[in-house]
């Protein structure tokens, strides 16, 4: 079975361009997540989104960054205009249904974003 | 309402037993733990449900008491492909899926 695919795996951009991440999930996992992974923060929960509909953005870090999930096999993640704090690893996750708190969740290889 | 684990690194040599912590601040419904390898993504090994629950994968256990909102991870005679970042995530809520991740303990296991 497919798991989680995100692309790019890498992105090297200027500072103030616009990055968009993308992420497909497991087919029939309802929920989906975005994290960023730092050394100092470790990994951080950005946003999810349970039946395409989001659920806690409070993650966020400001009105530069957006999440969308169109379709259950879709979401992306938008950096505007980037900066070069936002040089991280980004992961995109998905679970199957059942019970909060109960199910494991599948990662992608993730992004390696990079902004100079 | 990020978990604290400890140590933050240890190095092992192959063979020997180590135990990673996690704890919480709040009440905890449940307890996941990850492995994450260099430039890999991490990989999910077990979650634990009830107090004092004790689940294992391989040669890798964990317990959970409720009542310290406290995990522990045990990795005992440990092989070479141990090696990594473990993670623990917690969930205070079964309402979602919600998990917050602790900053993780970087094992290095060595010949």
Same mark, same amino acid.
């Given at each position: 079975?497919? /798991?989680? *695919? #995100?692309?790019?795996?890498?992105?090297?951009?200027?500072?103030?361009?616009?990055?968009?991440?993308?992420?497909?999930?497991?087919?029939?996992?309802?929920?989906?997540?975005?994290?960023? @992974?730092?050394?100092?923060?470790?990994?951080? $929960?950005?946003?999810?989104?349970?039946?395409?509909?989001?659920?806690?953005? &409070?993650?966020?870090?400001?009105?530069?960054? &957006?999440?969308?999930?169109?379709?259950? &096999?879709?979401?992306?993640?938008?950096? @505007?205009?980037?900066?070069?704090?936002? =040089?991280?690893?980004?992961?995109?996750? =998905?679970?199957?249904?059942?019970?909060?708190?109960?199910?494991? #969740?599948?990662? +992608?290889?993730?992004?390696?974003? &990079?902004?100079? | 309402?990020?978990?604290?684990?400890?140590? #933050?690194?240890? *190095?092992?040599?192959?063979?020997?037993?180590?135990? *990673?912590?996690?704890?919480?601040?709040?009440?905890?419904?449940?307890?996941?733990?990850?492995? @994450?390898?260099?430039?890999?993504?991490?990989?999910?090994?077990? *979650?634990?449900?009830?107090? +004092?629950?004790?689940?294992?994968?391989?040669?890798?256990?964990?317990?959970?008491?409720?009542?310290?909102?406290?995990?522990? $991870?045990?990795?005992?005679?440990?092989?070479?492909?141990?090696? +990594?970042?473990?993670?623990? /995530?917690?969930?205070?809520?079964?309402?979602? @899926?919600?998990?917050?991740?602790?900053? +993780?303990?970087?094992? #290095?296991?060595?010949?």
């Amino acid at each position: 079975d497919a /798991g989680v *695919i #995100q692309s790019p795996r890498h992105e090297v951009t200027e500072m103030g361009q616009e990055v968009t991440l993308r992420c497909k999930p497991i087919s029939g996992h309802d929920y989906l997540f975005w994290y960023r @992974q730092t050394m100092m923060r470790g990994l951080e $929960l950005l946003i999810y989104f349970n039946n395409n509909v989001p659920i806690d953005d &409070s993650g966020m870090p400001e009105d530069r960054f &957006s999440a969308k999930m169109p379709n259950a &096999s879709f979401s992306t993640l938008k950096i @505007q205009p980037s900066e070069p704090r936002d =040089s991280a690893v980004y992961f995109c996750a =998905s679970s199957p249904p059942g019970q909060g708190g109960r199910q494991p #969740q599948h990662f +992608g290889d993730g992004t390696r974003l &990079s902004i100079l | 309402q990020q978990p604290v684990q400890s140590p #933050q690194a240890v *190095i092992l040599r192959e063979g020997e037993d180590a135990v *990673i912590n996690c704890s919480s601040s709040k009440a905890l419904y449940s307890v996941h733990w990850y492995r @994450q390898k260099h430039g890999e993504a991490p990989v999910f090994l077990m *979650i634990l449900l009830k107090g +004092g629950e004790q689940k294992g994968h391989e040669k890798i256990s964990a317990s959970f008491n409720e009542k310290k909102q406290q995990s522990s $991870l045990y990795l005992t005679a440990s092989q070479l492909s141990y090696s +990594g970042t473990y993670f623990c /995530g917690i969930a205070i809520s079964g309402g979602y @899926q919600k998990v917050t991740f602790g900053i +993780g303990t970087k094992l #290095q296991v060595i010949p």
